[in-house]
């Protein structure tokens, strides 16, 4: 049974940094990628972040992109998300989120489109960004 465990929410302040951890268990972790994604109050689910099962490739919203990190410690099985020069709009929901199928390659928008609600999903950890 696959398991995902996030940590590391909070509150911060603006212009400040905040990491969030997701442990997983129930399987191979290095064979699959990993994912983050957000969802704020009255909006949908929206990507944050994937990182390759290799580790090799990393893949950023917009939104994010410059500010936040998306890493893999293998050995650990956990993946992490460290958060810098956030702002208020970066509050939400963040969920860690593993592939259904192993391995996998995706570039680009690829990496935002190949995931679905059959992707295993953690049960989210709260940011808060103050201003």
């Known amino acids: 049974q696959v398991q995902l465990v996030e940590s590391g929410g909070g509150l911060v302040q603006a212009g400040g940094s905040l990491s969030l951890s997701c442990a997983a268990s129930g399987r191979t972790f290095r064979n699959y990628a990993m994912g983050w994604f957000r969802q704020a109050p009255g909006k949908e689910r929206e990507f944050v972040a994937h990182?390759?099962?290799?580790?090799?490739?990393?893949y950023y919203a917009d939104s994010v992109k410059g500010r936040f990190t998306i890493s893999r410690d293998n050995a650990k099985n956990t993946v992490l998300l460290r958060m810098n020069s956030m702002k208020p709009e970066d509050t939400a929901v963040y969920y860690c989120?593993?592939?259904?199928?192993?391995?996998?390659?995706?570039?680009?928008?690829?990496?935002?489109?190949?995931?679905?609600?059959?992707?295993?999903w953690g049960q989210g950890t709260q940011v808060t960004v103050s201003s």
């Open positions: 989120a593993t592939r259904r199928n192993p391995f996998g390659y995706c570039s680009g928008y690829g990496c935002v489109a190949m995931w679905s609600d059959l992707d295993y």
């Open positions: 990182i390759r099962w290799s580790g090799g490739t990393t």
